[in-house]
C-alpha cells in the first residue's frame, strides 16, 4: 500500500504535495518522495523513512513548480532505500512515476528493456513502467498514448500517476486496481490515493474505474476506459464528517476493512519476498535459522477467527514444510497438560496481542520450554513482548469487531512463515511458490468486484433461521470462518462442518428452509465436494455455492446450485483467503439487511482481555 498525490493549477504544488502526502502517510512510511516540474525540467526530491525526513530534505534543496506528484511508499519490491524511494523516472530523464500495487510480468518486461538499451537504478518494479512509458514518448506517442500503450503490456494490481517535461502542464494516471480518486477545483486539479487527501481543497470528486486512463490539466479532466475510448465519470459531492472520512465513504468500518483486503494482503507480503531470487526475507523474525532447523512440531495457539487461520495454517505448513501442526484453542491448551520441549515451535496467532486466553497458552508453552513466536497485528502487543519471534501482518487498523482483513492478512503471513522454514530446511525455494503471491491482491480485487450479486443473494435469505456451511480440505477452515461471521453480525444460527462428515448427523437438519452455503474450489477434493451439494439438492436443500470454475463445469454447478458466487481461482494453499470474501460479504449484508449494528455486535469485544 502506498499513497499517491499529484497537483495541476495556478498554486505552488510542493507544500499542496507535503499536506496530502501527511494525511496519506499512514499507506507507507519506508520512504517518500516528489517530482515537479519546472521550465520543462522533472526535478525529484526522495528521502529514505518517515515523510519528515523529505521535508527535511525539502528544506535544503527546495522545488518550485505549479505541478506534479509525491508519493509515500511501502516496499513491495526492493527494500525501504532512497534509491528504491517514488518518484521514478526513466534512465533519459524524461518521465517521472509514481506507483502503488504489484506489475507482476516487471522481470519479462525488464529483460526486453535491458536487451533494448534501457538502464534501471532501482531494484522496484516501478522503474520497468517508467522506461516503458519513456520508450512509447521516444517512438512519438504523448504521454497520455504512450500510458495506454504502457498499461496493455501489464500485468498486476497496480495505479500510478505520471509526468513528463514536454507536452505543458499535465499529470497522466491508471488504475487497475488500487483506488484513486480526482478531486475537481476551478482552475485546478488533484489526484490521491484516498479522498481524505483532497478535503480541504476539493469538495467534488470523480473516482476512477478499473482500466480507466486520466488525462488531468488545470481545467479539466479526460477519463478514458480500458479500450482507449472517452467515458464519462460522475463527479460527486463530499460532505463527510471527520468519521465519515476514516470510514472512507463506506457506510460501516466493517465493509471498509473487507474491501481494504487487497491492499492488506499486498502490505503483509510486501519488502519480505524478492521474485526476481525467490527468496522469502524475514529477518524481522528474529529466530535464527539454526533455532528453526531445530524444530520437528509446531502448535498453533489461537482464539476465534486466528484459530480458524491457524486450521488452515495447519495445512499450509504441514504440505510444505513436513512439520506436523496442532492447532489448539488458547482457552483449552494450558488445561490439558500439553506436550511441549525445546523442539516445539508455540506460534500464538492474535489480531490484538492482547487475547488473555492465547497470551496464557503462548506462556504455558513456554514454560515447558518451546520456542515461542506469534503472528500479531499489533507491535508493542503483550504477545510480541513475551515471544521470541514476531510476524507482523499490516492489516493496519481493524476498527470492525468482526475480523476481516486481520484473516486474510494471517493467512498470508502463515504463508510466509511456511516458506521461510522450507527455505531453511531446504536451503532455497522452487521459484513458483512465491510467484504466485504476486496475482493475489487482484484475486482479490476481482472477488469484491462481485459485492453486488451477493448483495441481492443475501437479501434473499435474510430472514432464514439457521444456516449451515461446508467445506472440504483446506476450505473447511473457511467454512468455519464463513459460519462464525454469520452468527457474529447478523444473530442467525449457523454450523460450518468439513462435507464429508454431513452424513453422520448434520443431514438431518437439511430441509427447504435451510440455506447451505457451499466452498466448491480447487482440484484436489472438488469431485468429492460436488457429490456433498447432490446429497444436499436430494434433500432439497438451498444450495449456496463458491467456486472459481468457468465454462462448462461452472454451467454444471449453476445447474445444481440455487446461486453461484464467483470467485478467480489461484494457487490451492492460497485460495481460502480469496474464497473467505464472499462469505464475508454475505454476513456484512445480510447482518445490514436484519438491522444489527454489524460493526459493534451485541455482547463481542474487539480483543478480549479476560479469561
Known amino acids: 500500500m502506498c499513497g499517491i498525490v499529484g497537483y495541476v493549477g495556478e498554486r505552488e504544488v510542493v507544500p499542496l504535495l507535503l499536506e496530502g502526502l501527511k494525511r496519506l502517510e499512514y499507506r507507507g512510511y519506508d520512504s517518500a ?5 519546472d521550465d ?3 526535478q525529484t526530491v526522495r528521502a529514505e523513512g518517515k515523510l519528515d525526513e523529505l521535508v527535511k530534505k525539502l528544506d535544503e534543496q527546495p522545488l518550485a513548480g505549479s505541478f506534479g506528484i509525491g508519493h509515500t511508499r511501502w516496499a513491495t519490491h526492493g527494500r525501504p532505500s532512497e534509491r528504491n524511494a517514488h518518484p521514478h523516472t526513466d534512465s533519459k530523464g524524461r518521465v517521472a512515476v509514481i506507483h502503488n500495487g504489484i506489475i507482476e510480468n516487471f522481470a519479462t518486461l525488464k529483460q526486453q528493456l535491458l536487451a533494448e538499451g534501457w538502464e534501471f537504478v532501482s531494484e522496484t518494479d516501478t522503474e520497468v513502467l517508467a522506461n516503458l512509458i519513456s520508450k512509447h514518448l521516444q517512438e512519438g506517442r504523448d504521454l497520455l498514448a504512450a500510458v495506454q500503450e504502457a498499461r496493455s503490456a501489464l500485468e498486476g ?9 514536454g507536452e505543458g502542464q499535465q499529470i497522466v494516471a491508471a488504475r487497475s486496481g488500487p483506488p484513486l480518486v480526482l478531486g475537481l477545483g476551478d482552475g485546478e486539479q488533484f489526484l490521491a490515493s484516498d479522498p481524505t487527501a483532497l478535503l480541504r481543497h476539493a469538495k467534488r470528486v470523480m473516482f476512477l474505474e478499473n482500466g480507466d486512463v486520466a488525462r488531468i490539466t488545470r481545467d479539466a479532466v479526460a477519463v478514458f476506459d480500458a479500450a482507449g475510448e472517452p467515458v464519462e465519470r460522475s463527479a460527486r459531492r463530499l460532505a463527510w464528517d471527520p468519521i465519515q472520512a476514516e470510514k472512507g465513504g463506506y457506510k460501516h468500518f466493517m465493509l471498509k476493512e473487507i474491501h481494504e483486503q487487497p491492499r492488506a494482503v499486498q502490505e503483509t507480503f510486501a519488502g519480505r519476498v524478492s521474485f526476481e531470487r525467490d527468496r522469502v526475507e524475514l529477518e524481522e523474525l528474529g529466530i535464527r535459522d539454526e533455532r528453526l532447523r531445530e524444530i520437528d512440531r509446531i502448535h498453533v495457539l489461537a482464539c476465534g477467527t486466528s484459530w480458524h487461520a491457524g486450521l488452515v495454517g495447519k495445512f499450509v505448513i504441514e504440505e510444505l514444510t ?6 489448539d484453542y488458547g482457552s483449552e491448551y494450558r488445561y490439558r497438560d500439553p506436550l511441549a520441549d525445546r523442539r ?9 496481542g492482547e487475547t488473555a486466553d492465547t497470551l496464557s497458552a503462548m506462556e504455558a508453552a513456554r514454560d515447558k520450554g518451546a520456542l515461542l513466536a506469534c503472528i500479531c497485528n499489533v507491535p508493542g502487543s503483550q ?4 515471544s521470541e519471534g514476531t510476524l507482523l501482518t499490516h492489516a493496519g487498523p481493524e476498527i470492525g469487531v468482526a475480523s476481516t482483513k486481520a484473516f486474510t492478512t494471517q493467512l498470508v503471513a502463515l504463508y ?3 516458506l521461510h522454514l522450507r527455505q531453511v530446511r531446504n536451503g532455497g525455494l522452487e521459484p513458483g511458490l512465491l510467484r504466485v503471491l504476486a496475482h493475489l491482491p487482484q484475486a482479490l480485487s476481482e472477488a469484491l468486484g462481485h459485492e453486488r450479486e451477493i448483495e441481492r443473494l443475501a437479501w434473499r435469505h435474510h430472514r432464514a433461521s439457521d444456516f449451515l456451511y461446508l467445506g472440504r480440505g483446506i476450505n473447511y477452515p473457511i467454512a468455519l470462518e464463513g459460519a462464525l461471521k454469520l452468527k457474529e453480525i447478523s444473530y442467525i444460527h449457523a454450523e460450518g462442518y468439513p462435507a464429508g462428515e454431513m452424513k453422520h448427523g448434520p443431514i438431518a437438519l437439511i430441509d427447504p428452509d435451510l440455506p447451505v452455503v457451499a466452498v466448491a474450489t480447487g482440484e484436489r477434493l472438488f469431485d468429492k465436494m460436488v457429490s456433498n451439494l447432490q446429497e444436499v439438492k436430494a434433500r432439497d436443500g438451498q444450495v449456496l455455492v463458491v467456486t472459481d470454475r468457468e465454462g462448462e463445469e461452472l454451467a454444471a454447478l449453476a445447474d445444481l446450485a440455487d446461486a453461484v458466487m464467483r470467485v478467480p481461482a489461484v494457487d490451492e494453499l492460497l485460495q481460502p483467503i480469496v474464497n473467505v470474501v464472499p462469505l464475508q460479504l454475505l454476513a456484512y449484508h445480510i447482518g445490514v439487511r436484519r438491522g444489527a449494528d454489524v460493526d459493534q455486535p451485541r455482547n463481542l469485544a474487539k480483543s478480549v482481555t479476560v479469561e
Open 383 to 386: 504477545a510480541t513482548r513475551i
Open 344 to 352: 516445539l515451535l508455540a506460534l500464538g496467532v492474535s489480531q490484538s
Open 33 to 37: 518522495g516528489v517530482a515537479v516540474v
Open 157 to 165: 494490481h497496480y495505479a500510478f500517476a505520471a509526468v513528463t517535461g
Open 322 to 327: 513436513r512439520i506436523p501442526v496442532e492447532v
Open 416 to 418: 510466509l512463515l511456511a
Open 40 to 42: 520543462g525540467r522533472i
